[in-house]
Every structure is written in structure tokens, then in C-alpha cells.
């Protein structure tokens, strides 16, 4: 195939999942049960296409070329999405932790709790194989790529063990969306049941009820008789020179491109386990550097958050329409023993840890805390940040804020982390797997225990 062909699947391929994301943001709007489960369009869009695709009733005409590009577009696009994480990062300052200690707990809860699933995962697959199942080595890494990283780390799963060639890595992409997909469903579910609860214990200090969420964030998206919808982002700089988005994307990709040539080098000198390393890493190293770089410069003016924001928003979308629609459907089923266990007891140890933990631990307002880690450690961020508003609707205290930044520390911690367990996992087996991810679980709880008691 030339390279002029393959541009023409790879635009068919994004032809195909636009029509699923405009029809999902279709369903989203009407569709009530949606609209309670808050799921967003990319995940309907997704599932649309899945069952209507030709891993499921083949209802309508998709090339297999089409479906080669939707099986590996999350891999690839995972690259600038995680790259951006320490792009707009400001300098350290203006937060003392030693005064924060719902931070702390915050952070330790996040990201202790997000290695402990990734023991439980590991430990179901070691029981299974024990109990004469067929499964692969990775197996049980599913549960905290789709847990805590969602549908879009769904996708860097695959895309770090494809680059270790590892045979199953589609299976394995498909089996952290099945995980992705029970706990974004899951999170909203479980959180209003526990909410609900809470509120007739007592535990809440402001919300005895869900009334606070707006209209628009239930349909999803603004309606025309809205006084003020939100920027996208501040224009930097003036389109008879370069594009905002131009600027920032050139970035992104210039991080994500020398990501690939440093990975391929690492990898030609076989340097242990830096060889094993996936490129989204790299990616992310890069930019940080790419970042002291512009801030020594004086430029770091010229990026928005924002802006990257929406930039890595509107590349998740097609990451998680593209993920959803290629699950192997009969692949992934072979192993529904093992995820059914896998999912059931890593939701119940998620809402222990989070509930107890945070019950003991957080200083103020205890529970509208617990619902932001909760919701992350089993959705994404937004379903924490959901919850949180639910309990909290008129941010009366400081919940959504410490979750914020919490939330910001654990994901610049656990990223590079959960590159490393899956590059252990797969050179050293299950049983290492299971040794390391509890070792950083137990050191990410130590502060708390130490520093944080009422």
C-alpha cells in the first residue's frame, strides 16, 4: 500500500469514528439513561460501534483496514496526549504540603490505592493460572489501566506492550476498555448509592441531595439560552504568525516524534529495563525537559492549559471511540472468570480504601473528600470532580480543591509508574509484578499514617 493509500484509510478511519461521536453526543442528549450514568459520547459512539461493527453483528460495511487503524489509533495518539502532562506545569511554590495534610491523604489515596488494584489484578491472574486457567503474563494490569487511567491509559497498555511485541497486546487493549468501562459506569453508580447513604447517616456537611448538578452538564452540552458558555482556552499569540493550537500541537508532536527516536536508541543499546520502557514515557520526559527549557527562556506565556486541555480532550475522544469499537470481542470474552473476579473484588477493595481511609484520615468534610479518589480510582477525573459537586454543589468546602491537586501529584507520579509495572510485569513475571506494585502501595500510605492524623 502506498503512503498515499494509507492516508486515505486513516482518513475513512476518522470519517467513521466522527459519525460514532456525533451520533453518541445524539444519544447522550436524549436518551435519559445516559444522561444519569453521565457517559460521555466517545464511550456510546464506542459501543456503537462495536456491536454494529464486524466484532459483533458486522451490520455495517467496515474494511478490516479501517478496523487495523481503530485497533492501533489509541496507541499512537496515547503518545501527545501523555506527553502534554508536563506541559503548563507552573513552578513549585505558593502550597505547603506540611500545611496540606488532606493533600497528602488525597495523593496517598490516589495513588496507593491505584498500585493496590494492580496487585489485585496480578494476584486474580497468578489464581487463575494456579487453578489451571489459560491466561497471559500481563494479565490483572488491566484493572488499573481501566480503573484509575480510564479508556485513554486503556490504549497506552497496548501501545507499551506492542512495543514489547508482545503477542496479545490487542486482547490486552481490549480487556483494559472492558475495565475502563465497568468503572466509569461503576463510579457513578456506586458513588450516587454511596452518597445517598451518606446522606441519610449524617456523613455529608452541606448536600442532602444530587439537585446541584446543571442541566447542561446532564445533556451535555451548553443550550443557546445560556448567558455565558466557557472558553475554550486565551489565544496566545496572532494568526498572521502561527495558530495557537498550531503552537501547542507543534510542541506535543515535537515531544511525541523524539519520543519514538529516543526509544528506538535506548532499545538498540538493550539497556535492561529502559529498553522495555514504552514510548509514552520517553514522551513525557521529553517534554519535561522540552518545558524547563521554555520557562528558562522566559516563553512559557506563549501556552495555555487550557488550550492543551481541550487539545488532549478532543484527541481522547477518537482514542477511546477507536479502543471501544476494535475490542476482540471473542478474544477478550475467553477470559470473562478472571475479569468478572478481577473487577468485582477491585471495586470492593477501591471503596474500602477509599472510605476508610479517607473517613480516618481526612481532617474536614471527610466525605465529600472520599468521592473525588473514589471516582477517580474507578472512572477518570470528571467522575471524581461529579461526585464531589454532587455532595459539595455550591463548593462551600474545600473538597473539589484537594482533589484538584491531588489529583495533579498523583498523575505526574503514577504515569512513569505504570510504564514501569507494565515493563516489569512482562520481562519479570506476575509474582514481581505483584512484589513491586505493593511496595510503592505501601510507601505511597507511610506519609499519611505518619503525618496526617487527626
Given at each position: 500500500?502506498?503512503?498515499?493509500?494509507?492516508?486515505?484509510?486513516?482518513?475513512?478511519?476518522?470519517?467513521?469514528?466522527?459519525?460514532?461521536?456525533?451520533?453518541?453526543?445524539?444519544?447522550?442528549?436524549?436518551?435519559?439513561?445516559?444522561?444519569?450514568?453521565?457517559?460521555?459520547?466517545?464511550?456510546?459512539?464506542?459501543?456503537?460501534?462495536?456491536?454494529?461493527?464486524?466484532?459483533?453483528?458486522?451490520?455495517?460495511p467496515?474494511?478490516?483496514?479501517?478496523?487495523?487503524?481503530?485497533?492501533?489509533?489509541?496507541?499512537?495518539?496515547?503518545?501527545?496526549?501523555?506527553?502534554?502532562?508536563?506541559?503548563?506545569?507552573?513552578?513549585s511554590?505558593?502550597?505547603?504540603?506540611?500545611?496540606?495534610?488532606?493533600?497528602?491523604?488525597?495523593?496517598?489515596?490516589?495513588?496507593?490505592?491505584?498500585?493496590?488494584?494492580?496487585?489485585?489484578?496480578?494476584?486474580?491472574?497468578?489464581?487463575?493460572?494456579a487453578?489451571?486457567?489459560?491466561?497471559?503474563?500481563?494479565?490483572?494490569?488491566?484493572?488499573?489501566?481501566?480503573?484509575?487511567?480510564?479508556?485513554?491509559?486503556?490504549?497506552?497498555?497496548?501501545?507499551?506492550?506492542?512495543?514489547?511485541?508482545?503477542?496479545?497486546?490487542?486482547?490486552?487493549?481490549?480487556?483494559?476498555?472492558?475495565?475502563?468501562?465497568?468503572?466509569?459506569?461503576?463510579?457513578?453508580?456506586?458513588?450516587?448509592?454511596?452518597?445517598?447513604?451518606?446522606?441519610?447517616?449524617?456523613?455529608?456537611?452541606?448536600?442532602?441531595?444530587?439537585?446541584?448538578?446543571?442541566?447542561?452538564?446532564?445533556?451535555?452540552?451548553y443550550?443557546?439560552?445560556d448567558?455565558k458558555?466557557?472558553?475554550?482556552?486565551?489565544?496566545?499569540?496572532?494568526?498572521?504568525?502561527?495558530?495557537?493550537?498550531?503552537?501547542?500541537?507543534?510542541?506535543?508532536?515535537?515531544?511525541?516524534?523524539?519520543?519514538?527516536?529516543?526509544?528506538?536508541?535506548?532499545?538498540?543499546?538493550?539497556?535492561?529495563?529502559?529498553s522495555?520502557?514504552?514510548?509514552?514515557?520517553?514522551?513525557?520526559?521529553?517534554?519535561?525537559?522540552?518545558?524547563?527549557?521554555?520557562?528558562?527562556?522566559?516563553?512559557?506565556?506563549?501556552?495555555?492549559?487550557?488550550?492543551?486541555?481541550?487539545?488532549?480532550g478532543?484527541?481522547?475522544?477518537?482514542?477511546i471511540?477507536?479502543?471501544?469499537?476494535?475490542?476482540?470481542?471473542?478474544?477478550?470474552?475467553?477470559?470473562?472468570?478472571?475479569?468478572?473476579?478481577?473487577?468485582?473484588?477491585?471495586?470492593?477493595?477501591?471503596?474500602?480504601?477509599?472510605?476508610?481511609?479517607?473517613?480516618?484520615?481526612?481532617?474536614?468534610?471527610?466525605?465529600?473528600?472520599?468521592?473525588?479518589?473514589?471516582?477517580?480510582?474507578?472512572?477518570?477525573?470528571?467522575?471524581?470532580?461529579?461526585?464531589?459537586?454532587?455532595?459539595?454543589?455550591?463548593?462551600?468546602?474545600?473538597?473539589?480543591?484537594?482533589?484538584?491537586?491531588?489529583?495533579?501529584?498523583?498523575?505526574?507520579?503514577?504515569?512513569?509508574?505504570?510504564?514501569?509495572?507494565?515493563?516489569?510485569?512482562?520481562?519479570?513475571?506476575?509474582?514481581?509484578?505483584?512484589?513491586?506494585?505493593?511496595?510503592?502501595?505501601?510507601?505511597?500510605?507511610?506519609?499519611?499514617?505518619?503525618?496526617?492524623?487527626?
Amino acid at each position: 500500500m502506498s503512503i498515499s493509500d494509507t492516508l486515505v484509510v486513516i482518513i475513512k478511519a476518522f470519517a467513521v469514528f466522527s459519525v460514532l461521536l456525533f451520533i453518541g453526543a445524539f444519544l447522550r442528549a436524549k436518551i435519559r439513561l445516559f444522561q444519569k450514568l453521565y457517559l460521555p459520547a466517545c464511550v456510546i459512539g464506542g459501543f456503537l460501534g462495536l456491536i454494529v461493527g464486524p466484532n459483533v453483528l458486522n451490520l455495517i460495511p467496515v474494511s478490516g483496514d479501517v478496523m487495523e487503524v481503530a485497533s492501533s489509533l489509541p496507541g499512537v495518539l496515547i503518545v501527545p496526549v501523555l506527553a502534554a502532562v508536563p506541559m503548563c506545569m507552573q513552578r513549585s511554590g505558593g502550597i505547603d504540603l506540611r500545611k496540606q495534610r488532606d493533600i497528602i491523604t488525597m495523593f496517598s489515596i490516589l495513588t496507593g490505592g491505584c498500585f493496590l488494584q494492580f496487585v489485585i489484578g496480578l494476584l486474580v491472574n497468578l489464581g487463575y493460572s494456579a487453578a489451571g486457567g489459560e491466561s497471559y503474563s500481563t494479565f490483572g494490569l488491566e484493572l488499573a489501566f481501566g480503573f484509575c487511567g480510564g479508556h485513554g491509559m486503556a490504549g497506552s497498555l497496548g501501545s507499551a506492550l506492542k512495543d514489547l511485541n508482545a503477542p496479545y497486546w490487542e486482547v490486552a487493549q481490549g480487556v483494559a476498555s472492558t475495565s475502563a468501562t465497568v468503572g466509569l459506569i461503576g463510579a457513578i453508580v456506586v458513588g450516587v448509592v454511596m452518597l445517598n447513604m451518606a446522606v441519610r447517616k449524617g456523613y455529608t456537611s452541606v448536600m442532602k441531595g444530587g439537585e446541584g448538578i446543571s442541566e447542561d452538564f446532564r445533556l451535555g452540552y451548553y443550550r443557546p439560552v445560556d448567558e455565558k458558555r466557557p472558553s475554550l482556552g486565551v489565544q496566545t499569540t496572532i494568526s498572521n504568525s502561527i495558530e495557537t493550537l498550531s503552537l501547542h500541537m507543534a510542541l506535543l508532536l515535537a515531544a511525541s516524534g523524539g519520543a519514538y527516536i529516543i526509544g528506538n536508541w535506548v532499545s538498540s543499546l538493550n539497556i535492561g529495563i529502559l529498553s522495555a520502557m514504552s514510548t509514552w514515557f520517553y514522551a513525557m520526559i521529553l517534554m519535561a525537559v522540552f518545558w524547563m527549557i521554555i520557562q528558562a527562556f522566559k516563553i512559557d506565556f506563549l501556552f495555555d492549559e487550557e488550550v492543551k486541555n481541550k487539545i488532549t480532550g478532543f484527541l481522547s475522544d477518537y482514542i477511546i471511540v477507536a479502543a471501544i469499537m476494535s475490542i476482540p470481542i471473542d478474544l477478550v470474552l475467553t477470559y470473562w472468570i478472571p475479569m468478572l473476579i478481577m473487577f468485582t473484588v477491585g471495586m470492593a477493595i477501591t471503596i474500602c480504601v477509599c472510605y476508610f481511609i479517607g473517613k480516618k484520615y481526612f481532617r474536614e468534610y471527610w466525605f465529600e473528600k472520599v468521592l473525588g479518589p473514589f471516582g477517580s480510582n474507578t472512572g477518570v477525573y470528571v467522575s471524581g470532580m461529579l461526585l464531589t459537586k454532587m455532595a459539595d454543589p455550591e463548593l462551600r468546602t474545600p473538597a473539589l480543591k484537594d482533589y484538584a491537586l491531588g489529583y495533579t501529584l498523583a498523575s505526574f507520579v503514577n504515569t512513569p509508574l505504570m510504564a514501569l509495572m507494565v515493563s516489569v510485569t512482562f520481562m519479570q513475571g506476575p509474582l514481581m509484578g505483584v512484589f513491586v506494585a505493593l511496595v510503592i502501595s505501601v510507601i505511597c500510605f507511610i506519609p499519611i499514617v505518619l503525618f496526617c492524623r487527626r
